[in-house]
């Protein structure tokens, strides 16, 4: 089993920067593709980044390339997400979820493991 939780969101205005951090305790991390998901109200839970089990492979979303980045500590059981120039419409609660799967893969249908999420504002 594995159970993730997540940290780091909060208020920031437009233009600034917040890191997200996701902590696993059970499972060592390393075994997993993570991935970072996000969902407003409203909306389905949409795909952001994911990141390899190695940490050498990563995949955006075309709406966070060149602002997000997404890293892994395998020692530390924990994933990131740095994100930077920040937009109202990147307000949502993100999540971040593990997958088995050996590729990383947008889909929530590949991931098994969910957070609780934490909630990122981004005012104007």
Known sequence: QVQLVES?????????????????????????VMGWFRQAPGKEREFVAGISRSGDGTLYADSVKGRFTISRDNSKNTVYL????????????????ASTFMSVLAP?????????????TVSS
């Open 8 to 32: 780091g969101g909060g208020l920031v205005q437009a233009g600034g920067s917040l890191r997200l951090s996701c902590v696993s305790s059970g499972r060592t991390l390393s075994t997993y």
């Open 108 to 120: 929530t249908t590949f991931y098994t493991y969910w957070g609780q999420g934490t909630q990122v």
């Open 82 to 97: 740095e994100m930077n120039s920040l937009k109202p419409e990147d307000t949502a609660v993100y999540y971040c979820g």
